[in-house]
């Protein structure tokens, strides 16, 4: 399947303003998702402008989001008419909301996603129940399923992000590359969303 995820931006566009990495949740999925054949690319925002008509050519659309950059999703999300999953912080924090906009949420770990994906193009999505972290909607309510963690042995492909190799004057002396070196936090900040999503 053709699979495009976007990481929408969070400021205003009119600033022209870009970042030198996208976040490395949206690398991660669509690397697990091409490791199952699927034709995969993130579009991350804060690296280069989106193109909705090549959005709009693919048979499934992700959107990762934060709570800074929900109302932008949601704007890409209604003027996509293709099935949007929804994924990040925000999402995981508020499905309800993101399932007014979208088909799908994947909550927590996106891992869930590639059975998904793999339902989606086989036509079996009459019993979802069985696909960790995804909330969606039946007969009119929503369905929450079980919430997991799994860890994955996987080395992100940033090769999948449009224009992120393309060097321009900003990026031409500095292409970072993102690691994780762990997960979760032991901490327990009353600010931070990392505790709610994985509980």
């Given amino acids: 399947m053709n699979i495009k995820i976007i990481e929408p931006c969070s400021f205003d566009k009119r600033y022209e303003f870009r970042s030198l990495t996208p976040n490395l949740g949206p690398i991660t999925i669509a690397s697990l998702l091409k490791a199952e054949g699927h034709d995969c690319q993130v579009i991350s925002e804060y690296v280069t402008k989106m ?13 990762s989001i934060t709570t800074y950059n929900a109302n932008r999703g949601f704007e890409i999300a209604r003027r996509v008419d293709k099935p949007v999953v929804f994924g990040g912080f925000h999402a995981s924090l508020m499905p309800e909301e993101c399932l007014q906009y979208g088909d ?20 079996k999505t009459k019993d979802l129940s069985r696909i960790p972290n995804l909330v969606y909607k039946k007969d009119g309510r929503i369905v929450c399923n079980q919430q997991t963690s799994q860890i994955i042995d996987i080395v992100p492909d940033f090769g999948l992000v449009k224009d992120y190799y393309r060097l321009s004057l900003n990026r031409l002396t500095r292409i970072p590359l993102l690691v994780n070196g762990s997960r979760g936090c032991h901490f327990d900040c009353t600010f931070c969303a990392i505790k709610e999503v994985y509980k």
């Fill in 104 to 123: 799908y949420v994947i909550r927590g770990d996106g891992y869930p996603v590639v059975q998904l994906v793999r339902a989606l193009e086989t036509g």
């Fill in 51 to 63: 193109n909705l008509a090549e959005v709009k050519e693919a048979d499934v659309v992700g959107i």
